[in-house]
């Protein structure tokens, strides 16, 4: 099939475009710049070259988002600018990937993309929402970032099922070519729900032997959401194999 990826130079977009390929699709990846092969320029904040960028795509793979920025513009205005763009009479299939926990996590970026989600939905297109959990590097940057010194620290309670970004790819690859979910949500994560203090055990001995692991408590809604499991997936997901301390080890 004919299939766009949104944020195809992004983490997820550059395994996912050639998993794609490799399942024998025409992948077109759209990013901003444009860059990479089939790299087509477009604008999800403004709207600029968007209707080109998705002309006559059977499948729009939409991971593009912005959590650095405003992802209100980005995640929702953009995805509504997207829908907009699409050819209704040949898009077969429309997969929104998002975040495990948007619709329980207290967080302005959590409620933009559950928003997004929710244009998705009201579009009228063939939909599957797909919620995956954090990616292993993502959980990497921030014990890096969390390292005071000798001394890493991390939320009391907290807890996160990690995702090899690989697997996550190759689980989008089979929602592709499948039947569109409606307004049924379909998760995916890792193999282990793992507490924030085993994540950072494990990335200590693995990276920083040196580093001593500090569990504190931390006030506020936020937090109270992680200690309850708000980015853990429901009993129904399905889950890659890779666990975190394979990442590490590789």
Not at 111 to 127: D, H, I, N, Y
Not at 238 to 250: D, F, I, N, Q
């Amino acid at each position: 099939m004919d299939v766009v990826v949104t944020g195809g130079t992004g983490r997820l977009g550059r395994v996912l475009v050639p998993s794609l390929q490799a399942a024998g699709h025409q992948v077109r990846q759209v990013s901003r710049r444009g860059t990479g092969p089939g790299g087509v320029r477009a604008d999800l904040a403004t709207g600029r070259d968007l209707a080109t960028a998705v002309r006559g795509a059977e499948v729009v793979v939409h991971a593009a988002t912005d959590p650095r920025g405003n992802p209100w513009q980005v995640d929702v205005a953009g995805t509504r600018r997207l829908v907009q763009a699409l050819d209704r009479d040949r898009l077969r299939h429309l997969v929104h990937v998002s975040i495990v926990g948007v619709d329980r996590v207290p967080w302005n970026y959590y409620r933009a993309k559950f928003a997004a989600e929710q244009v998705a939905l009201a579009s009228g297109l063939p939909v599957t929402i797909v919620r995956i959990t954090q990616w292993h590097d993502f959980v990497d940057d921030m014990l890096g970032t969390a390292r005071r010194g000798p001394v890493l620290i991390v939320p009391m309670g907290w807890s996160a099922a990690p995702v090899d970004v690989g697997e996550a790819a190759g689980f989008l690859t089979e929602v592709v070519a499948g039947a569109p979910s409606g307004g049924e949500v379909v998760e995916f994560g890792g193999p282990e729900d793992l507490s924030a203090a085993d994540l950072a055990h494990a990335w200590v001995a693995a990276r920083e032997p040196s580093v001593r692991v500090v569990a504190t408590p931390l006030p506020g809604r936020l937090s109270a959401a992680f200690r309850e499991g708000g980015v853990l997936p429901g009993p129904q997901a399905a889950r890659g194999r890779v666990t975190y301390a394979e990442h590490l080890r590789s």
